[in-house]
């Protein structure tokens, strides 16, 4: 849908900057191709900004009354000129100096990224040097501005708005905050831990050392999603028990003990909240069939055979007042208010009509602030011993690890994986279009067949992880990024060789 509305918008004579390794679709609309190496965001954002203070394009009202540590921040840019970058990125100096002009001269510029900016060993410090740009410009605070980070699944906003993070209660109330946690702890009735739990790769790596003994995931498929997932596979198989909760039996399922039914969207009421903090009801179009319940349901029955005495007569109606009750940004949502439109949070009374957008008179920490961000290499690079770098990603007839679309008519479209290699890399390898290969990292190796294309770089391959053929996260590095801990997912170092069939 975002892409959608970004052609759209084009075609009523907007315009475009696309930075991305790969030709996409989007490239075709772009007025400007950023072709970048994998693991060089920083460089090449702190060379656009290097060029709109130079050139005098900043927002000076903006910064000057809103922001603070702009200062420091711009000695860190000033040492990232055209040429330098340009070095770094393999983006020519000239085009940066064009992207950077039509960037800051825009009266409304939006920034929309997905995980090819996060999942990195910099992730952190990519996403901060993006709001650089944004604050430098002027564009947050106002309708059709902004920084839009892109959710990979259609609930992931609103999973992380009710506490799905563990450091995290529901309407983002830290964990390890005094006054949270009495909160909670008063409102739910029972003690709670003072300290912030595990991350999923840290719980991977506790499983595998024996200090976890039980996961219990849910509509999760990490032996084919995760990085290293010859090390995930034994981590799941050294847990005492492990509980997965799916509507297909994926690969991660089949190693569980028990398997608990769950049900699709269409079979659920609720709510769905979106990228643009935008919370949906979600009715019942598909009646149940067997003895499958909701996710709620199954989740209450779990608790209640714990010894808890959880009671929602009236459903997720009910469950949606408790959460109004308990997150400030959620206390105006209630269905009868959803019941026509959705509402974006926050919401905090039942007369509030929704925030659009955030920042437009302050920034929820008062002033916006400045990071001073340096290029960061990723955590493994091509060397000798494997020369080629790889980037992973998702194809369009495919979703996520084909759980769900593999099951259906797109699986005809791209019934199996075709790893990018560009012409010229293909002919020093002898590879030929529909060959098959061996690619090994130093995690592990998969076989694919090739498609030999433009649409990648020399030097590159690109792979998706839709296919349980070519697990392709058995190659990915689980290096994480030391803030957030995410996973540098987007690059290692890989070789090819051709093999047979």
Partial sequence: MTGYRIKQAVRNGRK???????????????????????????????????????????????????????????????????????????????????????????????????????????????????????????????????????????????????????????????????????????FWGTDLPDKPGLTLPEMMDAAYSGEIKALYIMGENPVLADPDANHVVKALKNLDFLVVQDIFLTETAELAEVVLP????????????????????????????????????????????????????????????????????????????????GLQWPCPTSDHPGTPYLHRDTFSRGKGKFHGVHHIPAAEEPDEDYPLLLTTGRNLYQFHTGSMSRRSKLERMRPEELMMMHPDTAKDYRIKDGDYVQVESRRGEVKTKTQVTDHIPPGMVFLTFHYKETPTNRLTNSARDPVCNIPELKVCAVKVKKVMN
């Fill in 262 to 341: 769950a049900v699709s969207f269409a079979e659920k009421v609720g709510t769905f909240t979106n990228t643009e903090r935008r919370i949906q009801r979600v009715r019942k179009a598909i009646t149940l069939r067997g003895n499958t319940q909701s996710d709620w349901e199954t989740l209450v029955a779990l608790a209640n055979k714990m010894g808890h005495n959880w009671v929602y007569p009236r459903g997720p109606e009910e469950i949606m007042e408790e959460i109004a009750r308990c997150t400030p940004s959620y206390g105006g949502i209630n269905y009868d208010r959803l019941e026509t439109r």
């Fill in 16 to 186: 475009l900057i696309v930075a991305d390794p790969r030709k996409i679709e989007l490239t075709n609309y772009a007025d400007i191709w950023l072709r970048h190496r994998p693991g060089t965001d920083i460089a090449l954002i702190n060379g656009l900004a290097h060029v709109i203070l130079r050139d005098n394009l900043w927002d000076v009202e903006f910064v000057c009354e809103r922001c603070e540590g702009f200062a420091e921040w711009s000695e860190v840019v000033e040492g990232y000129h055209p040429k330098r970058v340009e070095e770094i990125t393999g983006v020519k100096a000239e085009l940066i100096e064009e992207a950077a002009h039509l960037f800051s001269q825009a009266e409304r510029a939006s920034i929309v990224y997905a995980m090819g900016i996060t999942q990195h060993t910099s992730g952190t410090q990519n996403v901060l040097s993006l709001a650089n740009l944004a604050i430098l410009t002027g564009n947050v605070g106002k309708e059709g501005a902004g920084v839009y980070p892109l959710r990979g699944q259609n609930n992931v906003q609103g999973a992380c708005d009710m506490g799905c993070l563990p450091n995290y209660y529901p309407g983002y109330q830290l964990v390890d905050a005094l006054e949270s946690r009495h909160k909670f702890t008063q």
